[in-house]
C-alpha cells in the first residue's frame, strides 16, 4: 500500500471550523475509507486495554454529514486540553511516549511519523514552558485520546507517502484557553510556536480553534511551511468534524484530494512569473542585471525578448520564473537592478517530466523519462572542449548513446 496510495495525489486542508487530531484523522477517512482499518489496528496495538477503543462515527454540523473520531469505552475522557489528573500510572513524559510507540507492532511508516508529530508538541511545549524536551509532560495527551489522533495521523501520513499537501489560511479564533499550565491566550503558545510562518484569518469566531496536536500534524505533513493549492482532477473529499458547535459554520477540517498527473509520468507544480518592460536601460546594464537575476536564489528561468513599446520605442521585456518562496527577494532585486516602476505577477502551473543528471562514459548527460520512454542530453559544459560545431555535435551524439 505505502508509496503507490500517495503517489501523484495532492492533498489540500482547509481548516473551515479549525484543525485538531481527530479533526484530521476523521476528514482522512471521511476521504479514504479504505485505509480505516489500518489505522483501527495501529490504534487498537498502541492504546492500553483500559484506555478504551477507537470509534470512527457519522454524524451532522452545521447542516453538513461529517464523520468523527473518538475514543469510546473510556473510564475518563478528557479533551485536548483539559486540567491535569494522572488516571493510571503511565510514563507520560515525551521519551516515555515516544518509547511506547516505538515499542508497538505498528504498521510500517506509522511509528516514524506518529514521532515526528510528538516531537514536534514536545519542542513546542518545551520552548513555550522552558523545560528540557524530555521533561515535558504531556499534559495535553496524557488522556489517550490525544495519543490516539498522533498515532492515527503517523498511521495516515505513512499510508499516504509521496502525495504533497497544501493548507488553506488557519482560523485564529480568540479569547482564551483552560491547560494544565493555567488559563491561556488562543491560539495557545505552543500552537503559535509550531505554526509560526503560516496564514492566519480572523473570521470572528471565537475560542480555541487550532489545537497544539493539531498544528503538529499540519506542520508535519506540509513540511513546516505552507505549499501552493495545486490542481488537478478531483479524486476524494472528506469531512472531519470537531467536538464543538460554531455558531455559523461547520466545525469541520476538509480535505479534498487531487490527482496531480504524476502517475501519468509527469509531474505538476506551480511556480510565478514576474515580468516588466525596460525602454530606458543601455544593452551593458540589463546584461549586468540578467546575470545578477539568474544567480539568485529560486530563479528558475531568465529571458529577455525584444519588443515595441510606446511611441515606437524599443524595449526589452525581461521574464523570471522562480521558486513562490523566493518571490520577495527577487522582486526586491528587480527594483534595485532595474529602473522598472512596476512588476507584472502570475501564477502559472507547470507540467514537468521526472529528470535527473546521470554520469556517461564521455561526459555527464540529462536523462529525462518520457512517456515513450528514456531521452538523453549531453550536458552544455560537458562540450566546451569540442573546437568546432561538427566536433561538438559529434562529441554530444557519444554521450548521450553512450
Not at 83 to 105: C, K, Q, S, V
Not at 176 to 205: E, K, S
Not at 361 to 371: L, V
Amino acid at each position: 500500500m505505502g508509496q503507490a496510495l500517495g503517489a501523484g495525489l495532492h492533498l489540500h486542508l482547509d481548516p473551515v471550523g479549525g484543525a485538531a487530531g481527530d479533526m484530521f484523522v476523521a476528514a482522512l477517512l471521511d476521504a479514504f475509507p479504505d485505509l480505516a482499518a489500518r489505522v483501527m489496528a495501529d490504534v487498537a496495538a498502541l492504546l492500553p486495554a483500559e484506555a478504551g477503543r477507537a470509534e470512527l462515527q457519522t454524524g451532522k454540523s452545521g447542516g453538513m454529514a461529517v464523520r468523527r473520531f473518538r475514543l469510546v469505552d473510556a473510564p475518563h475522557v478528557h479533551h485536548d486540553h483539559g486540567p491535569h489528573h494522572h488516571h493510571h500510572d503511565h510514563d507520560t513524559t515525551y521519551r516515555g511516549l515516544r518509547a511506547r510507540i516505538e515499542a508497538a507492532p505498528l504498521a510500517e511508516g506509522t511509528a516514524e511519523h506518529a514521532c515526528a508529530i510528538l516531537h514536534r508538541i514536545a519542542e513546542a511545549e518545551a520552548l513555550a514552558h522552558d523545560l528540557p524536551i524530555d521533561r515535558v509532560h504531556f499534559h495535553e495527551i496524557a488522556d489517550w485520546d490525544s495519543l490516539m489522533d498522533v498515532t492515527a495521523a503517523g498511521s495516515l501520513v505513512a499510508a499516504l507517502a509521496g502525495a504533497s499537501w497544501s493548507l488553506a489560511p488557519l482560523p485564529l479564533g480568540g479569547g482564551t484557553v483552560r491547560t494544565a499550565h493555567g488559563i491561556l491566550p488562543v491560539p495557545a503558545p505552543a500552537t503559535a510556536r509550531i505554526l509560526a510562518g503560516y496564514d492566519w484569518i480572523d473570521d470572528g469566531v471565537p475560542g480555541e480553534r487550532v489545537t497544539p496536536t493539531g498544528a503538529a500534524i499540519l506542520a508535519h505533513v506540509t513540511g513546516g511551511a505552507p505549499a501552493p493549492r495545486h490542481a488537478g482532477r478531483l479524486r476524494a473529499s472528506g469531512m472531519g468534524a470537531g467536538t464543538r458547535d460554531l455558531p455559523d459554520r461547520p466545525n469541520v477540517l476538509r480535505v479534498t484530494a487531487f490527482d496531480t498527473g504524476a502517475a501519468k509520468g509527469w509531474q505538476r507544480d506551480r511556480v510565478l512569473r514576474l515580468a516588466c518592460d525596460l525602454d530606458d536601460m543601455t544593452g551593458e546594464e540589463i546584461g549586468a542585471a540578467a546575470e545578477a537575476l539568474r544567480a539568485l536564489p529560486g530563479v528558475l528561468d531568465l529571458v529577455l525578448l525584444a519588443a515595441q513599446g510606446k511611441k515606437a520605442r524599443p524595449l526589452t521585456r525581461l521574464e523570471l520564473l522562480l521558486r513562490p518562496e523566493a518571490e520577495e527577494a527577487v522582486a526586491a532585486a528587480l527594483f534595485d537592478l532595474t529602473s522598472t516602476l512596476g512588476l507584472r505577477r502570475e501564477e502559472v502551473a507547470r507540467l514537468i517530466l521526472p529528470r535527473e543528471a546521470e554520469p556517461g562514459a564521455d561526459g555527464p548527460r540529462k536523462r529525462a523519462d518520457r512517456p515513450s520512454g528514456p531521452t538523453r542530453k549531453a550536458e552544455s559544459d560537458a562540450l566546451a572542449s569540442a573546437p568546432t560545431l561538427a566536433q561538438r555535435r559529434a562529441l554530444a551524439r557519444r554521450i548521450e548513446e553512450g
